[in-house]
């Protein structure tokens, strides 16, 4: 009986060849266990493979879940970083402008520099060629500044001397109005008196060759001015002495005069031409006292008189007596 083939009877002739297949069945079998054995080694290696490939296949899911966000993050942040840099040129082309802005004012000022420095040089130039010049002002103000003190004190000089010349003339003004008033009244008797009377003294007074300026003799008149009516005359008396004006008003009052105003020479106090200009401007007539005018006072009455500032007209009498004056303005009014 064959061990590996129970029950089968086995001729001898074939049994070389049963045992030598036996031999090889074995070895086989063997080879089989062994491949079994390899084949069961690779299936679980196979099973182990597939559960890393599970899990490999797993974790590339996860890996692209991960990259799939990550590749948002990135496109965001590439385009973040775009928008920067576009942000970043605009700002580059805007530094660009205004370095060529800056290069063109740095330009400019490099100009204005050299023009100014070129001024600079001729201001020195002329500082230095007008150093000798300011030298020679300075000695020249020296000079003015003593012929200044010179001046001064000689004006003090003058001014005391003005004064002591006004005191003089105050005291010499009133003895010549008290003559003055005198000679009125002694000249209104000779007219009294007659015309040969009159003569006489006219004579006496030539040779005293005072009649122009001291008191100018009017000649004798015949027309009598007893009916010159002064009730609607505006009158006005500019300049003269205090009592020359009283005293001419007195000598009217007879012949109506009611309206009648005063304007004091400008020596006696402030006086403008807007109040000159009041008091005189609608008056009919406007007798000018020589006696006692300031050039102030002239040079407003003249003022007013070229700008037609007056209605009435200017009389300026010869004589500087009240009589006188008065009898000048009948006179007036009667032609």
Not at 51 to 80: F, I, M, Y
Not at 134 to 145: A, G, H, P, S, V
Not at 245 to 257: A, D, N, Q
Request: proline residues 2%.
């Amino acid at each position: 009986m064959n061990q590996n083939h129970p029950g089968l009877r086995v001729p001898s002739i074939l049994r070389p060849a049963v045992l030598l297949f036996d031999g090889l069945s074995g070895r086989d079998r063997r080879r089989a266990r062994h491949l079994k054995d390899d084949l069961e080694a690779l299936r679980q290696e196979s099973l182990q493979f597939e559960q890393d490939r599970t899990a490999l296949q797993e974790e590339v899911s996860q890996l692209r879940k991960r990259l799939k966000g990550s590749t948002l993050e990135l496109q965001q942040e590439l385009n973040q970083r775009l928008a920067e840099t576009e942000r970043l040129k605009q700002s580059l082309r805007e530094l660009r402008q205004e370095q060529e802005q800056e290069q063109r004012r740095q330009a400019q000022l490099q100009a204005q520099i050299a023009q100014k420095t070129d001024q600079c040089a001729r201001l020195e130039k002329e500082m230095t060629t007008s150093a000798a010049a300011n030298q020679q002002l300075q000695t020249d103000l020296l000079e003015i500044e003593e012929l200044v003190q010179q001046t001064w004190d000689e004006n003090m000089m003058l001014g005391r001397e003005n004064q002591s010349l006004h005191q003089d003339h105050t005291s010499q003004d009133a003895y010549f109005r008290v003559v003055v008033e005198q000679l009125e009244a002694f000249e209104q008797r000779l007219r009294a008196k007659g015309a040969e009377a009159w003569q006489d003294f006219r004579d006496i007074w030539k040779s005293l060759n005072l009649h122009e300026t001291l008191f100018p003799i009017a000649p004798l008149e015949t027309v009598n001015t007893d009916d010159v009516d002064l009730s609607a005359l505006h009158l006005a008396l500019v300049g003269g002495h205090d009592s020359t004006r009283r005293g001419v008003i007195e000598l009217l009052s007879s012949h109506g005069l009611k309206h009648v105003v005063e304007v004091e020479p400008a020596s006696q106090r402030r006086i403008s031409q807007s109040r000159v200009k009041a008091k005189i401007q609608h008056c009919d007539l406007v007798v000018v006292i020589s006696g006692y005018m300031s050039h102030k006072m002239t040079d407003i009455l003249n003022n007013l008189d070229q700008n037609d500032a007056l209605a009435g007209k200017r009389l300026y009498p010869k004589c500087r007596g009240s009589t006188g004056v008065a009898r000048e303005i009948l006179l007036h009014l009667q032609e």
